[in-house]
């Protein structure tokens, strides 16, 4: 087991993502669809090169769950990067990332799975940040909150359908049906929502892709250097904390005392749900 490593693979991960959401607020004269678009291109150039190079079969065992895992993946994101367009870009991740409570009450349903009730009480104090951030916070589109919550509800049904493929697959051909999915959808989505890219703009648009590619590599880097997930997990929402340092220092986006108490308590509870999830009580 080794701890500092894995921290090293997640500060890599968090700030290439970090770097990719910021992009995607840079990248405001584009929709959505468009932005899922090149997103995907990105990604596959890695994906098909590693199932080739290693002889792995692109097609998989389960067709229908990897399918309907790209679906539920390409409708989250694609609610994400809209939602983009009304948050200031740390709002948007802090809540986009209330996806495993979402999780927890679908594992309920379709898991047959049990929520611990200190489970519940971080639940219960990531909430209470949603309201401090809405309540309080005058500059949060209402619009932009519930797209960013569909956006972690599809991203709980992720997790859901993750659960149900298992080992099954290898992991790359998981990402790689999603990211097939995602360039037909954001494609042909895009079709009437089309804006030529100019100059450094193809770049950008193509850089989402690779970002998002090795914030995924070096965050599976980072849980395989670790024997129990909750020592690893709760460093995925340093992410966060660098994209919400992005908005304030290149977009100069403004957090009110409220946004930032808010944002905290969602952390929090998040955090200590990944702790007590795998804790034995």
Request: glycine content about 6%.
């Amino acid at each position: 087991m080794d701890y500092k490593q894995a921290l090293k693979f997640m500060l890599i991960s968090t700030l290439s993502f970090a770097c990719m959401n910021s992009i995607v607020k840079h990248l405001v004269q584009f929709s959505a669809y468009q932005i899922v678009f090149f997103r995907s291109i990105g990604t596959l150039i890695f994906t098909f090169t590693i199932l080739l190079k290693n002889n792995i079969p692109l097609l998989g065992n389960n067709k229908k769950l990897l399918i309907l895992r790209g679906i539920v993946g390409v409708t989250s994101m694609t609610f994400f990067f809209m939602s983009t367009k009304y948050l200031p870009i740390g709002t948007a991740v802090s809540l986009r990332y209330m996806a495993p409570i979402f999780a927890a009450v679908f594992s309920i349903f379709f898991l047959k799975e049990t929520v611990k009730p200190l489970q519940w009480l971080c639940f219960i104090i990531a909430f209470i940040g949603v309201v401090i951030l809405k309540g309080f916070d005058t500059q949060v589109s209402t619009y932009g909150l519930i797209l960013i919550f569909l956006s972690a509800i599809f991203s709980g049904l992720v997790y859901i359908v993750l659960s149900k493929i298992g080992n099954t697959e290898h992991p790359v051909v998981v990402v790689n049906y999603f990211m097939l999915i995602s360039l037909f959808v954001g494609g042909v989505l895009s079709i009437n929502n089309w804006t030529t890219p100019n100059g450094i703009e193809w770049l950008l648009l193509l850089a989402l892709g690779v970002f998002g590619y090795f914030g995924q590599v070096f965050m599976t880097k980072a849980f395989y250097k670790v024997a129990s997930a909750s020592q690893i997990a709760p460093l995925k929402y340093i992410e966060t904390i660098f994209t919400l340092l992005f908005g304030i220092f290149i977009f100069a986006e403004v957090y009110t005392f409220w946004s930032l108490l808010g944002i905290a308590l969602i952390i929090i509870g998040l955090v200590l749900n990944a702790k007590f999830k795998e804790k034995k009580l």
